[in-house]
């Protein structure tokens, strides 16, 4: 009669974990605990533990261990066929051992660092379609007695249900991942970046921009080059209700005054010479979306008044055209100048600049936020070997070391090209310093060193412009814009010092 009882109340704490083991996968760690915590119970054990076989080295770790030495056991790890866990992960088999201190297999080292005295064992296999992926082990069965077979037989139940348990959350950790990354397709495939933070500071900024986002107030976004202004814009666009409409980028530097009025605006046939037919502009394109205005700071005073007038009244008029056009569009702009300076020289409109500057959103550089760094370089490096179709698992110590010790002038921009450079040079599984060339600590003097004035002068020009091109994507125009000279003289420039994009 006694052990019929003993037998309900073990079914009952069976259906009840399999209800769990059916409905909760947040969790796996908690509900495998719940699991071990019952086996305990129910097979009167003093101590227990649950591992797991680590694909990648095939030993054995403790992801629960209950019991008062519980949490100092966690730390250890059993090499492969150690121990009796070890033994019935060989075997595929379950164990009952009532004499530890007789048994060959018994592994001791544990029991003696942790100060526990380990008696008697009691241990089954969990099995994923028949394959070993773990043990559930008791320890010590309560009043010095010995474990019986059908204890064995109750705990084979269990380490099938422990198993279930990690299968559904394996399988909805896939299911997590491959969400994840359909949704970053999807939203790469329509032309977005994906924001990578790790750090408080950029943590903090996407906070401000989920806030933000919803408002159609207009926001300026400022910070170094290369600090990801252009990937905060589409996130304001993207976590807004204008999200399914058009994110419309400009290029406030890209073009010429009249070119870019045309551009923004649109004209009308015979505006101009070349203007034979009607165009629609940029704005009118974003409507009831986002028009993300970059380079702010280059935008020329004529064009400044004109689009004052669209934050204030929502209408501007085509180039060539006198009746109004009234859009819905929402403004972000980004610069990489110091706005205020600009506005305090005359070169921007001091009122253009508060309408604009509702809601500033400062990027920090990369050199005060180091806690992105190795995220970053990681997701470039996924990325580029995806790429270039090769393999390489990550940075060795000393090459994180030199990523992290780096100031990062061109921020997330050269850091992505940082690693792009060094999986291309890379020969190995991994990217050493030697795959890293950052411009460190070498003084201006050094570098010229052993070099004729003209040399010298020669050198110091080509790694000038080969940088500025390269902040520009290699667009001369804007080069030679932000350079002060002349297009032309760019070009013959980059032919005469043989400067190539591919360095
Ligand atoms: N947090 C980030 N996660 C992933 N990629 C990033 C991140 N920040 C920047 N990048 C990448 O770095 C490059 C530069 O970013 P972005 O063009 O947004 O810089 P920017 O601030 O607009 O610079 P500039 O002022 O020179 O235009 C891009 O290729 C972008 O995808
Ligand atoms: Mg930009």
Avoid at 122 to 136: E, S
Wanted: hydrophobic share 40%; glycine share 6%.
């Amino acid at each position: 009669m006694l052990a019929e009882n003993v037998d309900l109340r073990r079914l009952d704490t069976l259906i009840e974990i399999n209800t769990l083991i059916n409905s909760d996968y947040s969790d796996p760690n908690a509900l495998l605990t719940r699991i071990v915590e019952s086996a305990t119970r129910l097979t009167e054990g003093e101590a227990s533990s649950l591992l797991l076989i680590n694909p990648d080295d095939n030993k054995l770790y403790f992801e629960v261990a209950l019991g008062s030495k519980g949490p100092e056991v966690q730390r250890f790890s059993l090499n492969p066929g150690e121990g009796i866990a070890g033994w019935v992960v060989e075997k595929n088999r379950s164990l009952i051992v009532n004499d530890v201190e007789t048994d060959q297999r018994f592994f001791s080292n544990i029991s003696k660092a942790v100060g526990f005295s380990t008696r008697n064992i009691l241990a089954a296999p969990m099995r994923i379609r028949d394959k070993c992926v773990g043990v559930l082990e008791i320890l010590n069965k309560k009043e010095r007695k010995d474990f019986t077979e059908s204890d064995l037989w109750w705990l084979e139940i269990f380490a099938n249900q422990a198993a279930l348990a990690i299968q559904n959350a394996r399988s909805f950790q896939k299911a997590r991942e491959q969400i994840d990354l359909l949704s970053v397709q999807v939203t790469e495939s329509k032309g977005y970046h994906t924001l990578v933070a790790m750090s408080p500071a950029m943590l903090e900024k996407i906070d401000l921009v989920k806030r933000v986002a919803p408002t159609d107030s207009s926001v300026l976004i400022l910070g170094e080059s290369g600090v990801g202004k252009e990937l905060f814009a589409e996130q304001l666009h993207l976590n807004s209700r204008r999200a399914d409409r058009a994110f419309v980028r400009v290029n406030c530097a890209a073009l010429p005054e009249s070119l870019l009025e045309s551009e923004l605006f649109g004209h009308v046939k015979g505006a101009f010479t070349d203007a034979n037919r009607d165009r629609i502009g940029r704005f009118e394109l974003a409507d009831g979306g986002t028009i993300f205005l970059d380079e702010i700071g280059e935008l020329p005073l004529s064009l400044q008044a004109k689009l004052l007038r669209v934050l204030q009244e929502r209408t501007f008029e085509k180039v060539g055209a006198s009746e109004p056009i009234s859009v819905d569009v929402r403004i972000v702009a980004a610069t990489n100048r110091d706005i205020e300076e600009e506005v305090s020289e005359g070169r921007f409109r001091r009122d253009l600049y508060y309408r604009l500057n509702v809601l500033p959103l400062y990027v920090p550089p990369l050199r005060s936020r180091p806690e992105d760094i190795p995220e970053l370089a990681q997701f470039f490096l996924k990325r580029l070997n995806h790429e270039t179709k090769k393999q390489i698992r990550g940075f060795s110590d000393e090459a994180m070391e030199q990523l992290l010790s780096y100031s990062w002038p061109g921020n997330v921009r050269e850091l992505e090209n940082a690693v792009e450079r060094a999986v291309v040079i890379s020969r190995g599984d991994e990217i050493s310093p030697d795959d890293l060339v950052l411009q460190r600590g070498q003084s201006d003097g050094a570098r010229y060193e052993g070099n004729s004035l003209k040399d010298a002068v020669n050198m110091f020009k080509k790694q000038y412009l080969r940088a500025t091109l390269g902040r520009c994507e290699w667009n001369q125009t804007v080069a030679a814009r932000q350079l002060g000279i002349q297009r032309t003289y760019l070009s013959r420039l980059i032919k005469e010092l043989d400067i190539s994009r591919s360095e």
